[in-house]
């Protein structure tokens, strides 16, 4: 195949075909002034040359940076059976599995996906995902919407901030109402959250490990919000998973979540997925698909999409949801991350996570002037309050080769030295010592 | 008790001002195997011929319509466990729901037996 589309001849015949003189001639009825003018585009280059450009590329904009950046996307490591896996032709070309009779691979995968969902979340029936974490939040408040036919969801707002903005724009234009309740430092204020719940609240939606890396339980708020009939939807974070109790534990009505740290590369944001689990007796509110195990005229065990009814291609506006595109491929990668570490492989992910950040959390809140801001437990996250900016800090550091996390203030006004870092697996006993002597040295020389 | 039928294949048997709501035997035949009833909320109230339950086939989902204006004051729980009923027991024990405080003048729009009978043929 060839890497040119068109070739000279090829661009010749089609306009020949259609009877025009020349690609200018084609264009023509587009006035001038819309036109391009140029692409500004360099002349085409060997694949020695584009493999040098884009090291330089790629050295320019961050690579070799030691990140300690969270906020929602992870910098875990990636086991090589994931990309080797995930890249087989017969998944990676897959489409749409409409036919199961010639689907069965695809969908084998996506039952088992949802399978391993349901056992990181505690719950009952998964789909088989969503386009990523925030939507996956969105989507669950929705859900609730229809479930309870009530109008109001609460928003935790120690909740990822970007999600909440995700949320609030779903809502909009619904005669549906997000009511933020703010966060008692970093922690979620559950008495201001109980005190919220009426009868007119369809969800309470809470996050854990939070924004700020706090862990909490929510047993009690899900009683109370199962008290007025409204529903806990909790956005989780699935490596915590390993170690915190699951959002089914809690008593959770629907569990969402970003699936990247599942095997999906840090990528400028995307493609990543979303997961979304909930009770059997929600399941005809989950959007997007399901797969399901069945039998054929034979007996044999097979794969199929299950209760389409509920779909958009069946019950057009009525549908649940008209989210029509998953993140099959990220998905499977999810699956196959899962798959590869097994139960006790995720147990020790989730506990060198957590004690790398424990690590972290002592030495650098032993930096003179910086304090741990999280009172209780936190996961692989945390939020330091730092004698200056944080943003201006993050920049010095960033001079050092190290991102040292997220700087708050451009999400929570008023927290401009606040900032939360993030160590995974992946850092060294010598990366954590190396932010905290340059933390050090960036505030007090 | 006479039924009476609409347009639309509902079914509806009035005792005082409670009417009882289904879908005709021809519909559920026509629809196959049923395999979810979406039942009202209690307590919702609808006005005749607009959108009160739902129900799904193996490829299809339909929307059933109030024969008659009312409140629903029952559903049939058992749909919520084995919606075959419907397809079993159309015209009886797969009963979709109850209304309450309807208006037998409204009766007037719909078709006895006989004439549901001929409405069939017709189509």
């Keep these: ?445 | 008790m006479a039924k009476f039928y609409t347009k639309e294949h509902e079914w509806v048997e009035v005792a005082g001002a409670q009417a009882t709501v289904g879908i005709s035997e021809h519909a559920a035949h026509e629809l196959g195997d049923i395999t979810y009833v979406e039942l009202p909320k209690i307590g919702k109230s609808v006005k005749q011929f607009e959108a009160l339950a739902a129900i799904e086939s193996v490829k299809a989902a339909s929307d059933i319509y109030a024969p008659l204006s009312g409140k629903v004051a029952e559903v049939n729980q058992a749909l919520e466990e084995a919606p075959e009923l419907v397809n079993q027991w159309a015209e009886s024990e797969g009963w979709i729901c109850k209304l309450e405080g309807c208006d037998s003048a409204e009766l007037s729009a719909l078709m006895d037996d006989d004439a549901y009978t001929e409405y069939l043929k017709g189509l």
């Excluded at chain 1, 036919?149 to 609030?168: C, M, Q, W």
């Excluded at chain 1, 991102?403 to 697996?425: D, F």
């Design chain 1, 1 to 445: 195949m060839g890497y040119s589309p068109n070739t000279p001849d090829d661009i010749r015949d089609m306009l020949a075909a259609i009877g025009a003189a020349s690609v200018e001639e084609l264009f023509a009825p587009i006035p001038a002034q819309l036109r391009a003018k140029s692409f500004d585009l360099p002349p085409g280059m060997s694949e020695l040359e584009l493999m040098r450009l884009m090291r330089e590329k790629a050295a320019s904009c961050g690579a070799g940076i030691t990140p300690f950046i969270g906020g929602g996307i992870y910098d875990h490591f990636i086991p090589a059976a994931v990309d080797h896996l995930a890249s087989r032709a017969e998944f990676y070309t897959a489409y749409t599995p409409y036919q199961p009779e010639c689907a069965q691979g695809t969908l084998q995968a996506l039952y088992e996906y949802q399978t391993t969902i349901c056992r990181l979340t505690g719950l009952e029936a998964s789909n088989a995902s969503l386009y990523d974490g925030g939507t996956a939040v969105a989507e669950a408040a929705l859900m609730s919407l229809r479930i309870t036919d009530r109008h109001k969801v609460i928003l935790d707002g120690s909740v990822n901030p970007l999600h909440r903005e995700i949320v609030t724009g779903y809502l909009h234009g619904l005669s549906a109402q997000a009511v933020q309740v703010a966060s008692d430092g970093c922690a979620s204020d559950l008495a201001r959250l109980i005190a919220s719940i009426d009868d007119e609240t369809a969800a309470v939606i809470v996050q854990s490990p939070n924004f700020f890396g706090s862990v909490q339980d929510f047993r009690e708020l899900a009683q109370k919000a199962h008290d007025h009939e409204a529903l806990l939807i909790v956005s989780c974070y699935p490596i915590a998973m390993g170690l915190v109790a699951s959002p089914g534990e809690m008593g959770a009505d629907i569990a969402v979540g970003e699936g990247q740290s599942l095997g999906n590369h840090l990528s400028f944001g995307g493609p990543y997925f979303g997961f979304i689990a909930t009770r059997k007796r929600f399941i005809r509110n989950l959007p997007g698909r399901i797969v399901g195990e069945t039998v054929d005229h034979q007996g044999r065990r097979g794969f199929v999409l299950t209760l389409q009814a509920r779909e958009q291609h069946i019950k057009r506006h009525k549908a649940t949801s008209n989210i029509c595109s998953n993140q099959s491929l990220c998905a499977l990668r999810g699956l196959i991350f899962c798959a590869s570490l097994g139960r006790k492989g995720f147990e020790e992910l989730a506990r060198l996570n957590y004690d790398k950040a424990q690590y972290a959390r002592s030495v650098l809140g032993a930096v003179r002037g910086v304090e741990v801001l999280n009172a209780g437990a936190t996961f692989n996250e945390f939020t330091l309050s730092l004698p200056k900016d944080a943003a201006e800090v993050v920049q010095r550091l960033l001079d050092k080769g190290v991102a040292a996390g997220v700087p708050l203030g451009q999400y929570y006004p008023g927290m401009e030295r606040a900032l939360v870092v993030t160590v995974t697996e992946k850092r060294t006993r010598d990366e954590i010592d190396r932010l905290a002597a340059l933390l050090e040295e960036a505030l007090w020389s």
